[in-house]
Nanobody, 119 residues
Framework: QVQLVESGGGLVQAGGSLRLSCAAS????????MGWFRQAPGKEREFVAS????????YYADSVKGRFTISRDNAKNTVNLQMNSLKPEDTAIYYC????????????WGQGTQVTVSS
């Protein structure tokens, strides 16, 4: 059974940095894409970034390009999201998710980790 466990959230001042991690287990993820999503209070969940586990292709939402970096550590089966120059509008619950490379739907989700950016 696939398990995704996020960590690294917290409270930070605007302009600061946080690093989120997602520990993945339960299968070999070589055919998977790992993604980060976020949901702010009263808003719909939105895509943040993704990375192909094998090929390393990355994609970012326009709102985070140049500030966030997604990476993976194959040896540790973790996916990281380095968040720099944080803004109050980045405040949200951040979720790790995964899908097969040839599917558009993310099938497995973590429980989420809270990120709060104070102004």
């Amino acid at each position: 059974q696939v398990q995704l466990v996020e960590s690294g959230g917290g409270l930070v001042q605007a302009g600061g940095s946080l690093r989120l991690s997602c520990a993945a287990s339960g299968r070999t993820f070589s055919s998977y894409v790992m993604g980060w999503f976020r949901q702010a209070p009263g808003k719909e969940r939105e895509f943040v970034a993704s990375i192909d586990w094998s090929f390393g292709n990355t994609y970012y939402a326009d709102s985070v390009k140049g500030r966030f970096t997604i990476s993976r550590d194959n040896a540790k089966n973790t996916v990281n999201l380095q968040m720099n120059s944080l803004k109050p509008e980045d405040t949200a619950i951040y979720y790790c998710a995964t899908r097969l490379r040839n599917c558009s739907t993310y099938n497995y989700w973590g429980q989420g980790t809270q990120v709060t950016v104070s102004s």
